[in-house]
Every structure is written in C-alpha cells, then in structure tokens.
C-alpha cells in the first residue's frame, strides 16, 4: 500500500538505477530526489532537476536528508537542512561537470586541468565542512575557501556571479537594490570581502583614520659550518640601514659550541627569531640583515702562544650580510620559509671591525676577506603581515619553537595601548687610552655593571640580544694592541622602572696580558648614572665619559666614593670646585664614548611633560607649562595620556577662570594628537579614560563656553588655526561635555539641566552661524567651516544620550539647513557638505524613522541642488544608496510610504535627466573614443541606476497614483513618460550591469516591468483618440521590443535549475510584457495605422523569441497590421514589403534570437496551427492574397535561415555562396524586391572576389547592370555608390566588369561589353573614352591569341539526403572546378566541406530510401562539356587558343559514361557485350556564371554499342602512339626511351597475348558479321584502324632500334619477335599486314642484356613528375578478377587508365570511352620479371590522393568520365571512294605525319601529354602499371610534346608547330628553369635510319612488360629548307612571345613535304586537309621518298551525338620558331630508306 511520506522527504541517489522495473525512474548516482509515496523498501517520486517525470525507486539507493516542507499536499516544496554553500557547491559542481568536459573537445586544456583542481578542491571543502568536526574558525576559513574557487570557477566558465554576504548567498528580496549593487562589487574579491565591506563604508566618506599593517621578519638559523674556527663562537643578527648607516632593531643572539652546534642542546632547530614591527617605510628601507661573528678562544687563534689555553677572550672574526632589497621581492608572495647562504667574511685590519659589515656591502674588497670558500651560513627568511595576535593566530607553529622576539631600536609606527616597555639600548662606541709606559699597545676589555643606589648590581639586566637569557655583567670583545679601539657594541639593559631613579652604570676596563698567566689588569673605570637630578632620563645621544685611574687592589664598594665625582664634562661644568685629594684621579688624557636610546613607556627624557605632571610644585608656571606641552612629543604624551588628561582637568578645576582657555587648547592639541595614525591606536585608551577615569563634574561648563567663544570669534579672526584645531576636536570635546554633565547630574540629582540644555542649543545656534558664512572671500573660513562638518556628524551618539532623537534631529536639520544652499560655494566645499551629509545619513541618527522624517526633506534638498548642476555626482550617489538601504532595512519593520512620497517628489524626475545626461555623455565619448566608457563613468551610471530602481521598487500603488495626479499638464506627464522609457531602454542597450550578473538583471527587468505596468494605463488614459501623441506610444512600444529581446530572459538558453528558480521568483518576465503590448495595441483604435510598417520589424523580432505564449499574444497584431492596411489602401503592399526587409535584416544580420537554428520551426508555428495567422487570414475576404503572402516569408524564412548558417558559422565559400545565390534568384524572382535582389548581388560579388572568382564575380555585377538603362535619370545614394545619374552607374558598372573579366582572363565576355561602352562614347563624342576602351578591346583580343588559359574541371555533384541544407537537399548540380583542380582533389574538398557526408561508391542513381534518410550522401564524378558553339570549333583556321574557350566556357550540357554488360556477359570475350551508357546534363544556367556551379535540370541517356566502343579505344590507342613516336623523332625525349619502350611494349605484348585479337574474335568473326550485317562498315572502320596501328608500331620499332642504350637490346628483339607474332595474327583478317618493313625484323641485331641495378626514385625526382605524367599512371596496379590476355606471371591484368583518382582525365576527345570497371582486359602481364615492378608510391604522382578512408572508390573512379572529351575524326576531311581511302591518299598519308590528339589542355604536365593514360580498361595496353625504376632519373627532362597538324589548305602542307605550350604556372614548382621556356620541337628526319633520325638498325629485346598508357600527339618528317637553317633559339625566347618581323607575312606558310611528289601535292589540291600553322620564315627540307607514320584511315568517324561532327580537335594557334634538322642525309639514311620505302610501295 502506497502511504505518503511525512519524514522521508528529500535524498541523494548513492547508487544509479536503471529503472529495471514497470515505472521505475532512471536516476544517476549523485542527483537528489523529492520522495512523495512509500511502499515496503520503495519510493515514489521525482529528480529534481526533472520534476515532471516520476517513477519508482529502491528505498536503499536513497541517502535521506533532512528537509523542511512547506505548502503541503500536491504543490510542496521540499527545501533540504544542510549549510546553504554546501547547497551550492553541490549545485555548481554539477553545472560545471558538463562545460567542464566541453573545454576538452574545444582544446582548452590547460584550463581544463585547472578546474578539475578546484572540483577536486571544492569537494574536499564540501567533505571538510559535512564532517562537522570543525571550529567556528575553521568553518569560516573554509567557507571563504569555497567561496573564492566558486567565484572564480564561474567566472571561467562564464556562469553567473553569485552575491554574497558572509559567504553565503543573499536573497535579493531582502536585500535594497543599492546594497545588491555593492555586493556585487564586492563577490569580485571574495576573500577580501567582509573587510572590504567596511573598508568601502568608511572610506567613501573620506574618513583618514587607516590603520598600517606591520611586517615581522621571521629569521631562521639552519647551520653555520666554518669548522676552521674551532672554538666557541656568538652571532649576532640584526637589521641595518646602509642608507641612514644604523641598525633598526635589536640583536639576536646565537651561542654555538666549536663543532658549530647550539651550545644549549634544547635549541637545536630552535634558532630562530621574529624582527617585529617593520612598516612599509621600513622594507622600502636599503635593509640588510648583519650577522657579526664573535669568537670565544685565544687571543689570537693562529698562534698557541698568545695567552694561556685556560682563559678565554670574546675576539671578532667575521661578518655576513644578506641585502634585504634581492630578497623581498621573491619571499613576500611565499608563504614558507625560502633559505639562502651567507658568506662570512674576516677582517683584514681589527681597527675597520666597527664598519666591516658597511664595506661588505660597498664591496671594499681590500679591507676584508672570505674565510672559506666551502663553506657558509643558512639562514631561512620568512616575511610575515599583521599584527602580533593574528600572526600568532596564523602561525602557530613558528611560536612553538620559541622564536625570540626582536624588537625594533625606539617605537613602531603604531604603539598598541597596554605595550609596556621599559629598555635601555647602551652602545659602546669607543676609547682613547694611554699607552702606560709599554712598548706595544695594550689589549682592552670593557666590563659593564648595572648598579642600583646601594650599591648592589642589579641581577639580570644586560641582555647581549634575544634568545639568551640576561646577565649582570657583561665583557665586551678584545681588540689586539689597541688604544683607540671602537667596538660599535650594542647592548640592552631592560633595567624595572622602579630601579631606575638612583640606578647607574659602571664600565671597568682592564688589559688584557698574552703571557703566560694570562692576567686582566685593571687600569681604569667610568661610570653615569641613568636619571638626572630632575628626574628625566639620560638623553637619547652620544656620552663622552671620563676615566678615572685605579688597579686591581681599587675597591668600588663605596659607590659614594666616585658618584659625587663628574662623569662627564657637563657634570664636571656643574661642579668645578672637585677636591684634587680623591681616591680617584681622572685620566686627562683617557675617555669613553657611550651612546644611548630609551624605549620606555613610563619613563620620559622630556623636562616639560615632566613640569606639567609635577604642577604644583611650581604653580606660578603653570600658564608656561601649558603653553609649552605643545612642543613635548607625540610619543611621551600618549605614554602618560591618563595622567595629562588628570593633571589638565585638575588644573581646570583648580582655577577655571585663569587657566580655562590654556586648559581647552591643550586638551585640543591632546585631541587631534589622537587623530594621528601612529595614535590612532589610543583612541580607545581615550574612550576608556572618559567613560571610567574621568571625573571632571564641572568641567562641562568651561569646555562650552570656550568652544561657544572660538566660534563666535571665526567671523572676526584673520588666523584660525586654533579653532580649526577645535573645529576637528568637537567628538572628545562632546565625549567631555557629555560625560561631565552626566558625573554632574548623578552628583547633584540633575539640577541645572535647563541652564545646559539653553548652552548645548546656544552652542548650535553659534555653530550654525560658522556654516552660514560667507566663506567666499575667506580661504580660512572655508577651511574651518570644513574641519567643523567634518567633525559635526560625529557628536550625534553623544548628543543622543542627553536629548531625545527628534530633539537631537532638529538640532541636526538646522544645523544642515544653515549651510549654503548654492552650488557655488567651491568644489572641495561641496564635497565637504556632502560627505558631512553622507556621514549623517550613515549615522545611527537617520536610522530611527522618526528623525529620517525631519531630517530627509534636508538632505534631499541639497542632493537634488547637486543633481541639477550635475555636480558631485559619485558622493551624491553614495548617499541615496545609503538612504535606500536604510528604507529598505526599515521598511521590513514598519511602514516608509512617507520618506518614499517624499523621495519620489523630491528625486524621481532629477533622478532621470541624471541617469539620460550621463548615458549620453557615456555613449559620446564610446563613439568618439571607440571604446567602453571610463571605469568612473561606468560606476557613476551604474550607482544612479541602482538609486533610480531602489525608488521604483520601494514605490506602491499610492505612490504611483499621486505621481500622475501631480502633473499639471499632458505636456509635463509626455516629458516624464519619454524620459522614463528612454532611461529604461538605454538600460537594456548599454548593459549597464555585467553580462553575468544575473541576479541585478533579473531584479532590474521585474522592476521595470512593474512600473511599466503601473505607467501604461496613464498613457492610454491620456494620449488616445483626440490627444494621441506618437513619440510617447512609440517609445512605449519600442521598450515593449527590447525588454522581451533581452538576453538575460531567454530562458531557453538557461539550465533546468536555474530556469526553474527564474520562473519560481518572476515567472516568464517576457510573457506578462507581451500582454502588455498586445493590451496596448488593441487599446490604439484607429491610430493602429500610425505604426503600419514602422512597427512591424520591432514585432517581428519578438516572435522570434522560442516562447509559445508570447509568439499567441504577438501573432494577432500581425493581422491586425495587415487588415488595417487592406482597410486603408486595398492591400498591404506596406506590411509585406516591411516584414520581408526586417525578416532578413534580423536573420541575415545575426539579429533576434541567439539560437537560430531554431528559427525556421518557430515561424512555421508563427505561420502554422492555431492561431496561426494563416488561419486568421483564411477568414479574410483578401484571403489568396494573404495566403500566398505568407507561404511565401515562409519560404524566405527557409532561405534566411540556411544563410544565416553560413555566415555564422565556420563555413567554406562555397556554402556561402551557395545560399546567397538562392537567396538572390528568390528576391528576384518570387518576392520581386529589386533593392533586396540588389544588396545580395553585391554581397555575393565580395564573396566571389574574396575566392578570386573574378568571372563569377563579373557575372553577378552584370545582374545589376542589366536592371540599368543608358538613361540620365537621377539615381540616390545606394550602397557604396554615390547619388549620380543612371548612365553614369552603368557606365561605372561596365567598367568594373570588363575589369574582373579581364583579372578572370574571360576577354571573349569582356569585348560585347567593350563595344556597347564605346558605342555609348560614339554616342557622346567622348573620344578619349573611345580611345581607351578600343585599346582596351584591341589588348584583349591580342592576350586571347597570347595567353595560356587553364581549361577548368567539371564535376557532377549529387546532394542527398535530408540533412543536407534545402537548397542543396536532393538535388544534383555540375560545378567548375578550381584551377589545377582534379577529381581526387575536388572531392576531398567536398568532403571537408560536409565532415557528416557519406561519400557514395557507384555511379547509379540513388534510391528513395537514401533520398529520404536523415543523413548525407555525396555522389562526385568528373564530366566533359559538350560545347554550344560548334561553328568555330568546325572551322580550319581558327587557333585553337580560340576554341580552347569556346569548348569549356558558355556550357550547359555535360555527359559521363558508364560501361555495363547488356545481357550475359560473354565468358569467352566480354568485349562482345560491353556496352557504354552515355549520360548527358543539362543545367538551368550556362557555366561560368554567377556561381560555379548549377543545377542539373534535365538528364539524357543514351547506349554505346561495344562495337562503336571497340572502333574507339583502338583510335584513341593510335592516337597516343603516334604521339609518343612523334616526340622522340623530334628528339624531344631523346635522352630516355623508357617511355617508348614501356608503350610498344605495353601495346605488342598485349596484341600478342590477347589484345586487339580480342576485337578480332568478338566483331570478325563470321558468326558476328552474319547476325549484324548493319554493322558491316563500322566492322571495315575497325579493321582500318588495325592496320594503321601495326604501321605507327612498325615505325615506333624503327625509332627504338636507334635509340635503345645496349643493355637494351634484349627487350628490342623480344619487341621485334612480338611484333612479328601480332602481325602474322592479323594478317589472315587484315590485307598488307604481311609487308611490314624488313627493318623492323631485327634479325642480325645482337641482344642486350638487361640492366641489373636501377635507382629508386629521389624525392626531387618525384616533385617533377606531374600528377598526370607517365610515371603517375603507372603508379599502381589494377586487379581485376579475369583477363582476356594470358596470365604467366603473378600479376593481374588491369585497368589501364586507372590511377589514383585520375581516370580518364588526359584524353582529349570528347567522344572517347571513359574508364570502365570492366573485369577483363585486353593487356598482358605476362612478361614482366619482379625486378622491373616497382609501384610508385602516390605521391610520385604530385597530388595526394585520398586517404584510406576513401580508397575504396579509387575503383570506382575508374568510371569517371575524363576531363574533357574532343573528336578527333574532324580533322580527316571525307576523302573517300565507296567507304575507302583512294589508294593514293592511303599511299600518300602514309607519307604525312598522321593526325594526332591536340594537347591543348593546359592542366596536363609536359610529360602527361606526351604519355597520357590510356583511355579504358578495354584499351590495347598490357595490363601492368609498375614504373621501372630507372625511368625516374630522366622524367624531368621531359620539356615538351611534339607538333600536332593542321588542315592544310588546298595544295599545301604546313605544320603547327606551337600546339604544346604550356601556361607556365601550369609546370609543377620543382621543374628546372629551362623547361619553363618553349623548348624547341625536332623534326622527324629524312630517314629512321639517319644520324638524326636516332634510329641505329639495331635490335635488341627486354623481357618484360609495362603499360604505355601514353596519349598520341602528332609527328612530322621534314623536307630540305627552302633557306639557311636556322640555329635553335628557343630556350632564350620567353613562352609568350611572338615576333611579327621573324613571322614574315604569312601566318601560315606552305611545307613543301617532298620535291619528288608535287603532281602527287597538286593532285590533292581538291580535298582540303586540316590547316596546320608553322613558324613563318622557316621553310622545311624537301625529303625523298620517306617512309613516315601512316596516317588515320579517313574513316567517318560514328556519330554519337549530334555535336560530334563538330567537336574537332584543334592544334593551339602559337606560333615558335624551331629548330631545323640538317640537310645533309649520308649512306646509312639512304640505306634505311629502301625498306621503309619498300614497305610503303607494297603497300
């Protein structure tokens, strides 16, 4: 049975539970629970952090604490009884748990550890104070503990800073607002806080009384280990002064024995003394500490002989010092002892011993010397704060070690009442004695006695130094043969008081004999007594004594006998007449030099303080005796205080009339004496003496009348100084006066008490008359008018023990009154008045209300003068604080409506023109400084806004109610109302309290929101309907705005608990000023309109705050606005066009709500379910209108918020510009909001200009240039341009973007613009303009034909998912890539930007499943354009740096392929169904554009069958070898052939293993033909391109056989063999392949042997192969899981294009295959040995490739389509006969050099377009990708690719010769200079067998295979020069320079390829060639019959797409100068021309 719990209310979790049970509730170990229910070991209830959600729970996981209970049953409140800080540090730690772990992941860690410290800490604390073992002082100790790492634990972590009184919280309902203020001023420094407190009270009001804190020096003797002394040694220490050259303290004395040990055992570890009272002055002091070192031995320790072993003397040794200056800075912060070593020095001559320690410290290095170099003194040195009681306190440990306490020479800056002290400090300075008829001088001791008047030596009064005990006598140390000797001796004689009168000294000196009995003869003596006849002491100064002769047998035991003798010259001047017949004669000739110093409090030196005690022996000098007490020091009066005090009122008593007034002036000096802080100790002393020691009865009398006298007299008087010295004493004089009247009254039973009451009122009225002077024209009188406020508020305590309070509070406010009401008075007066003000406030008067009523309209009267003028405004502030606190205090206990109508009338209204005045000065200065305001600024305002809400808080309803009703106009009430709401804005606008101060921010809203509430009817009231007045609803309504916006009641952003205790103490602040305003508005009536749109920007941000209620209250005013407007104008065009500009200056601009992400779900409820304005619209008869209106912000609102995302956050450019982009196309084209469209044109054209997109950035100007017109229309400032005229802006405008175009290097876009500028100018005769802008137009056109231009990446890029941004979500776009950007680098980048984005691995479209899944998913491949302008791409003569444009730029259709298998695949040859499907792309915008990238709006697909695939691989396969043979006829790559032997090889061996056999088996067989027959003539077009691959092979061979290096020769023979065995396979399918030239047999050639060691690649070598060159492609091996070609090595076949991320990326034309993950290859593997593998690493390809986490679609990217794709059929006109090549053109294209791929793509390296990747996985290449090692070494002299050819025109053949310049940016950085230059391109020679053909007629063979994977690029054989040969120049010519007059005429030229053929030449005149541009001026060789490479069959190319025709592959237009081959041919090239020749005839 389920019973509710009465005891068992509240607990801690000790034990998590996991909620195992039906209803159970899952609880932390740790969180506390409120128990509602009990059941048989089970509990009921809740965590109370989530108090809505009960459940079960074992009993035994519960620790029950004690609680209190309040409002039992449903609604309790449980409140645990525990200390309120362990409360909260319970609390806090698990607030910072949670941030504590966030500063980890944001990489703070150094504060991370930091804070665990103090969690660790606090908790320890927390354990410490739970124990409940503790004292009071140690729970306050640890409670300031917690409190300081609370404090500065939130302050790290940004949390609220917590008030606190006494360590604990406050509640701010008990507390004035005032008092909260300071407290939070003062939790800054918490440990300090309860000082600082009363600190600040006293203080503030310029009290001067501070107390110094003394310092102590704690001194620590740890060892002394000079062991060569061996013998008993003292030291003693001391302070010392080098500067004043004096010790300040006493000596502390050590006695070690000679091992260096205590010679007392008990003190061993208790060396230690305490130097006490050191002031500041004194640290600042050139302190050191001295340590002199006496020995107790020989007379002389290096010599045995000097003085018998038995007798042992004090003799110097050393001296240390330790300077004080190094040592304070490092031990004043420590709180230990800090060790330091002392180094002892001796000194080189004894007579120096009195100084030695002053010339260690000036370095005199002559005059002493180190002892030891091993050893020294440790001392340990300690400074330590405060007076005696706490250092004891703090301390302990030092005082249990029996620290000797070390007095400072002479007082302390403070002397403590009750420090009796009585010392006497002798120093024995010096002597002069006789040599007495000796040789040598004598050695002296001096023995010092202290007698008493018998005779008797005192016992126990000569003291050495602290730490040892006293002695009765005292030998000083010896110095060696010396009669001046100066020992510098100080010693202590704390002799009782009561011995001192009559008590002497008496110093004996004696010799001190070396020899063998080592006797002590005394020869001599001296003595002074200690108290003069007067009775004063022996003066503080230096004492010459004479020397009186006597010997061993003297007797001193008559003291008689010499006391009456002189002891000094002044006793010998006062006594002459000495009878010469004494025992004792003086040495004339001998004296002694004492000093003295007396510390004593109860014996004086001074002869007047001494005449005023003993009065009545002298009474007719008692008025000189007075008058001289003033020159008696301060330190001898408060030494006998009480007897003075007696003896003045004794003597006043004695006579009143006669010494009265000397009396009341000396007891003034008294007085202020006190007043001194070295006094202000005795102030008690004082107090103590008038309320028990005091018996003056009478004395009251005099004390008024003298005070009524001086007062009376200040008007007269020119110096005042004597009764401003009264003026400052009225506190004691009234303590006397009081007391005196109250002895009087108790004595005589209260008579006279009329007579005193008159006086006391007499006295005020003459002290009201100082203050009403005119203290204008008299500097003094101001000062005493001063002393007398100062002092005034002092004698209220006093008056109050004879008067009652209002009696006492009316002398008050007539004495406040009297003062001068103006301002004027002068500065420092003001401040006196004020500070006597804020004293009487403080005082004990104002704190009964019934003196607070009289005194209050005072006070406020002179504040308010004060405020008005703006004068004194900080102490002024003090005050009303003061008054508020005492309210509030007041107000708990009875009623104060009185004092508050009195403040509200009196204070209200200054108090807010302060507040605006100071705010505004405070906002002027922050504008001009750019700053915060100054500190004193800042407190000003925060004080007077502390003051303003303490009398709003304290204000009622009555209060609020006569406020109102006493305006006398509307005019008065408008004026309040704007300065009330004005301060209340500014408040939340300034933040004039720190962000963390919570709880002030919270008080201040719930004050304003109250008074708010109070004001708002009185503005209905009063300015509706007739009187409506928009500034005061405005302002209203605006302050309405701001309050809800506030950020300190966002309660969302809190944490549970503390929205909870917000919500228990204020409730939801924003919701009750919500229905406020809503109550407001609909109060408004007809002039709603007036706020129609202004309003609606300020509403719109309130429904922006995530709260439910407020969004209810404000969405009918939104109506409202709308219907209001339909009203009035039809529509409400108004309140859209408002709402859209603030929605988007709110969101965009990081405006409204911090969390604003949130945003999009809080305006689809704003415009969602009821009562949503969609559903209040609906009922609306302009229903569409509003419907669509709002459907559409909610749509802004999507956009908003995605860009809003991008700004704020730590997002790419991309996104940014991608959200601006949509933001701008919806202004533009939903919304229609041309100055919105236009704003974010020119946000998007920085962003791109901050990207460097220079072309996006001029496409996105031109949006705004196509909305102007060449018009003169007058146009305002917008933006940042300035008001002009419309034609003056375009004008502008064109300019900046034919400028960006140009910095994009996109002139084709800049020229249109160019033409219509300058048709303008034509317009206007602006010649100057038009010069400069065709200028500018010729330059273009000129930097086209010049300039290399990078031809950009495209990519295809899939959004998917639901987590992605909307404008992306789903979607598909195709972006352009970045300059030198490839695939594996643009998808890398794709995924930075989308960390969350999951990469997808195939090319397929994905599914419904993926498209709605709360993820994201990337789908990135490349695709090549398909140009829109296929005109000039068809025409002959245009350079190709022409088309190159036109190809990628103005583009909107893209297209990828992806191969696939229709139907089942064929297991014998796959080829047979390979199909290719081929997407195409059409985006909604052409690219470039605004943006570099556009949406996919339609997709096209189309199939490929495998046999148009197979026609185009064995094309493209063509292609590259032609240009790689091309290359090495030119000599370009003459110096390594790895190449070419790695590409024949690759292409042979793959046709010999498999290969184009494949092709053959699939599409040749007769089974195929018969069931295709429509594939007949595509079948012809294969087997064409067979055969001309076995010709460009045979010529391939021909070239190796005369480059290949010897070792060589055995891959060329293996070549050969192969080649044989490819072409006897082709032969029975293909007609001449049995012809092949017999040089390319290779019979006779002897074979190489293979290179046996090969250098692995440097890292130098690798930067210089480009990520698309050779060595890149074949950087890794490609498995698939058959093959076609046979398998006799280990490797498997692969997929040849596909390297790293780079597939298909070099092929040039358009219509290529592209990479397929096809399974079977046509290559072999076979013949590769394991030492010629070696995988280049990846980074051997000059990009990084992904990393392993993406590896995965290395495969996958094989199905990238290649950068771009070009057709290369175009450039073989239609020259045929029935599908067939005439044999003349077949014999004579053999003859030229066959068409190649242009490698116009500035991307690719040198290298790469030389060799580029093969272009499929179903190529013609053998299937490994190993680079051979040796290649490496020679890769960076790749300079430059092969000529490719031109059409020719009718009857000529000429050649291009620039098509391979490269931008030069394009060469990677570690290419060596020379290959930035064009290098120059060789001609193929006459002959392959030539000299210059390289081609040797030899043969060799290499076993073993690699890929060739290269690109074919054009070649070309020339003739004999019809001129001179030209020498080569190029590599001193810059890449870009072109020369008209080398040139010549004609840009193109004829080549005259061969003399022997011109019929052959004319006859082809008819069928117009491909042009080809050559050099001008250089004329080829006329070549014999040549063999060369046979040309493409003139095959039509299959049509594929409509464009395909058009798609021609263009050579660049850049014109060089070459090199020439020589003219010269010898017997060898005849030779090698007979089989080349004869191969071709055969043919």
Known sequence: MWTPTEEEKFGVVICSFRGSVPQGLVLEIGETVQILEKCEGWFRGFATKKPTVKGLFPASYIHLKAAVVSNRGQFETVVPVEDSIVTEVTATLQDWVMLWKQLYVKHKVDLFYKLRHVMNELIDLRRQLLSGHLTQDQIRDVKRHITVRLDWGNEQMGMDLVPRKDFEMVDPEQLSVADLYKLHLSSRHSIQQSTAQTDTMKHRHGDTCRIPVPHHLFLNMKSFTYHTIGEDTDIFFSLYDMREGKQISERFMVRLNRNGMPRNPEKIERLCALFTDLSNKDLKRDLYIIAHVIRIGRMLSNDSKKGPPHVQYRRPYGCAVLSMMDVLPSIAELREEKDFVLKVYTCNNENEWYQIHENIIRKSSNKYTAASTNYGMIISVQLLRGDMDHIRRENPMIFNRGVAITRKLGFPDVIMPGDIRNDLYLTLERGEFERGGKSVQKNIEITVYVLYADGETLKDCISLGSGEPSISEHCSFVMYHNNSP????????????????????????????????????????????????????????????????????????????????????????????????????????????????????????NVDLLALLKWKAQPDRVMDILGRLRHVSGEEIVKFLQDILDTLFTILDDNTEKYGLLVFQSLVFVINLLRDSKYFHFRPVMDTYIQKHFSGALAYKELIRCLKWYMDRSAEVVRQDHIQEAMRALEYLFKFIVQSRILYSRATGGIEEEQFRSSVQELFQSIRFVLSLDSRSSETLIFTQAALLNSFPAIFDELLQMFTVQEVAEFVRGTLGSMPSTVHIGQSMDVVKLQSIARTVDSRLFSYPDSRRILLPVVLHHIHLHLRQQKELLICSGILSSIFSIMKSSSLECSVSEEVEMMVESLLDVLLQTLLAIMNKSQMAEAVRGQRCPQCTAEITGEYVTCL????????????????????????????????FCVFRNLMKLSVYPRDWMVMRLLTSNIIVTTVQYLSPALHKNFTEADFDFKVWNSYFSLAVLFINQPSLQLEHATSAKRKKILDRYGDMRVMMAYELFSMWQNLGDNKIHFIPGMIGPFLGVTLVPQVEVRNVMIPIFHDMMDWEQRKNGNFKQVEAELIDKLDSLVSDGKGDENYRELFSLLTQLFGPYPSLLEKIEQETWRETGVSFVLSVTRLMERLLDYRDCMKGDETENKKIGCTVNLLNFYKSEINKEEMYIRYIHKLCDMHLQADNYTEAAFTLMLYWELLHWEDRPLREFLHYPAQTEWQRKEGLCRQVINYFNKGKCWEYGIPLCRELASQYEVLYDYHSLSWIRKMEAAYYDNILEHQRLEPEFFRVGFYGRKFPFYLRNKEFVCRGHDYERLEAFQQRMLTEFPQAIAMQHLNQPDETILQSDAQYLQIYAVCPIPENVDVLQMERVPDRIKSFYRVNNVSRFRYDRPFHKGSKDKENEFKSLWIERTTLTLTHNLPGISRWFEVEKREVLEVSPLKNAIYVVENKNQELRSLISQYQHKQLHANINLLSMCLNGVIDAAVNGGIARYQEAFFQKEYIVSHPDDSEKINQLKELMQEQVHILGVGLAIHEKLVHPEMRPLHKKLIDQFQMMRSSLCHDLPGMDKISPACSGSSTPRGSLMSSHNPMSPEAIKLVHRHSPLSLLGSNRHSSSSLSSQTSSEVGNLVILTDGLAGETLDDPFRMQASPSTSSLSSTHSAPSQMINSAPSSARGSPSLSDKYRHSREVVMLLPPHRDRPSSAMYPAMMENGQPTSFQRALIQQVVGPCKPCSDPNLSVAEKAVPAAPSSWSLDSGTRDTIPFLSAHVGTIVAPPVPPRSLPPGHFSMNFDAFHHHISDIPPALPARTLRKSSLHPIPASPTSPHSGLDGSNSTLSGSASSGVSSLSESNFGQS??????????????????????????????????????????????????????????????????????????????????????????????????????????????????????????
């Not at 006849?533 to 009186?548: A, R």
């Not at 006793?571 to 004494?582: E, K, M, Q, R, T």
């Open 1922 to 2043: 019809m001129e001179p040969p030209r020498t080569d120049v190029t590599d001193s010519v810059p890449s870009q320079t072109w020369n008209p007059e080398e040139d010549g005429e004609a840009p193109y030229l004829p080549v005259r390829y061969s003399l022997s053929e011109p019929d052959v030449i004319e006859s082809v005149k008819a069928h117009p060639c491909r042009s080809h541009s050559a050099p001008t001026g250089v004329i080829p060789k006329e070549l014999a019959e040549i063999p060369a490479l046979p040309p493409k069959p003139y095959y039509p190319r299959l049509t594929y797409t409509d464009n395909e025709e058009a798609l021609e592959e263009e050579s660049r237009s850049k014109v060089f100068t070459r090199k020439l081959s020589q003219s010269g041919r010898n017997g060898k090239e005849d030779q090698a021309k007979v089989p080349w020749e004869h191969g071709i005839n055969e043919e």
């Open 486 to 605: 100066r020992w510098g001796e100080i010693i202590k004689l704390p002799i009782p008081v009561d011995k001192f009168r009559g008590s002497h000294l008496r110093f004996e000196f004696r010799h001190c004999s070396t020899k063998d009995k080592g006797e002590k003869k005394l020869f001599g003596f001296a003595f002074t007594p200690l108290m003069r006849d007067d009775g004063t002491t022996l003066s503080d100064d230096v004492h010459e004594l004479y020397v009186y002769k006597c010997d061993e047998n003297s007797t001193f035991s008559n003291h008689g006998l010499y006391l009456g003798l002189p002891c000094c010259k002044e006793d010998f001047n006062g006594c002459p007449n000495i009878p010469s017949s004494l025992i004792f004669q003086r040495s004339t000739k001998e004296l002694f030099w004492i000093s003295t110093l007396l510390s004593s409090t109860k014996l004086t030196q």
């Open 949 to 980: 809400l303490s009398l709003l808080r304290q204000m009622a309803d009555n209060h609020y109610q006569q406020l109102l009703d006493n305006f006398q106009s509307k005019e008065e009430l408008k004026d309040f109302l704007l300065k009330i």
